[in-house]
């Protein structure tokens, strides 16, 4: 395994362990966003600040629900670093509305560790030219070495 199969795993581990901060319940997400090797911000789905940390009633999401990928790009965005160029490694495949948000901010490469049933927001950002990266979770896969 090369160098940066091996930071991409690392980040991935990161991610699916900030994912673990989420309050909710369905589906926990995390973000780690990485440029020039340093991680510049992080993010994971969950109410805006201020609110109840409850994302889901009846079993399905409240509309406010934020998704990591959008927290970690507020969260830099509010910082003096800059996405241009970064890479954002983050635990389900990117939706639709993130999939834009990250065109946007000049990322160039997110690694994404599980497919979710509608694979738009991926397709966008290849149309785009995101380098866009399917890795799922070590243990199922043969690269533990």
Not at 30 to 46: F, H, T
Request: proline share 3%; hydrophobic share 35%.
């Amino acid at each position: 395994m090369d160098k940066q199969t091996k930071r991409d795993y690392l980040y991935m581990r990161m991610a699916r362990t900030w994912s673990e901060n989420s309050y909710c319940v369905r589906r926990k997400v995390g973000a780690i966003l990485v440029k020039d090797q340093m991680i510049i911000s992080d993010g994971y789905n969950g109410t805006p600040s201020g609110f109840e940390n409850i994302c889901e009633e009846n079993n399905v999401s409240k509309p406010y629900v934020l998704h990591a990928e959008a927290n970690a790009l507020t969260k830099v965005a509010r910082s003096n670093n800059s996405s241009e160029g970064a890479t954002l490694y983050v635990t389900a495949s990117p939706c639709m509305e993130c999939a834009k948000l990250i065109i946007q901010s000049g990322i160039k490469r997110v690694v994404y560790g599980e497919k979710y049933r509608i694979m738009d927001g991926v397709e966008l950002l290849e149309r785009a030219g995101v380098v866009v990266e399917y890795m799922p979770d070590e243990a199922s896969s043969d690269n533990n070495q």
